[in-house]
């Protein structure tokens, strides 16, 4: 459950991983901070977090549920953030979250569900000690940029798909499967979408207040994270757009072929009910039919009847149903 616990100096430069028991101990020193990573934690060990780091018990409440919205609550001089993380999985988008404790000395990230390890965004800092001597909130900055870098590559992969999938949606030829896939593509896309929305007004109070945890030398680098979060949102608008016009299309296709098919069965239906209407006529058995008596009634009505289909078929033809 405990995938890291390091501490640092306050001019960056890492000290070394510590235990979650010794963390009171390594607090006690004026020039340090701590960073604990956890992966899906039990009650007992967010409690003994609590105790170390003296966090808020509604704070705890919410990361022992893995079943949060994205939102961003300040209790005193700490902030908790709640993250929704995404991973594409098997051509489905697999859904976590990311819940952050953020204090003027410690940055605690809780994963739950899908989620990658934060161990590329430590190390950038760890890369970046000038950056990470402005305290935890650099840490909590490279968290969340990662955790925004990782979507749009799912939307780019959802666009290359939607490509793959054009020669099908533009098939006369009804396609239950391809339907379908564009149905779920648009379904999980909805629901990033309602992950990605609120955390643009998560970012924006960190770019803008809580000046005690986040200096004014890192609001920069918040507002390039909700640039991204702007552009990830607008692409899935965008790609969603794409989805739902596919989708259309190919129904329309669809539709229109059947309406083909239609036409040219009606076609031949009136073709066929011409001569079925005549030859009834003069298949009734009355006895006074003056043109029955005739040499030349047969030879007349097969000429009627030809000429009858042939104005039809003509006609059909001229309005394109056959």
Known sequence: MVINCVAYRTDGRRIGDVGIDAISEVLKERDTFVWVGLHEPDAALLLKLQQEFDLHDLAIEDAQSAHQRTKIEAYGNSLFIVVQTAQLDGGHIAFGETHIFLGPRYLVTVRHGASLSYAPARRSCEHTPELLALGPSYGLYSVLDFIVDNLLPIVRDFREELQELEQDIFAVNFNRDTVRRLYDMQRDLLTLRLAVSPLQDVI??????????????????????????????????????????????????????????????????????????????????????????????????IGVVACVVSGIYLALKRAKWL
């Open 204 to 301: 924006s109070q960190l770019v803008r207040l809580h000046p005690q945890l986040i200096p004014d030398e890192l609001r920069p680098y918040f507002r390039d994270v909700h640039d991204h979060v702007t552009r990830v949102n607008d692409a899935i608008g965008s790609m969603r757009e794409m989805l739902t016009a596919a989708i259309n299309v190919n129904l329309s296709l669809v539709t229109f072929g059947q309406n083909e098919v239609m036409k040219k069965l009606a076609g031949w239906a009136a073709m066929l009910a011409a001569p079925t209407l005549i030859t009834s006529w003069y298949g009734m058995n009355f006895t006074h039919m003056p043109e029955l008596s005739k040499p030349w009634s047969y030879p007349v009505i």
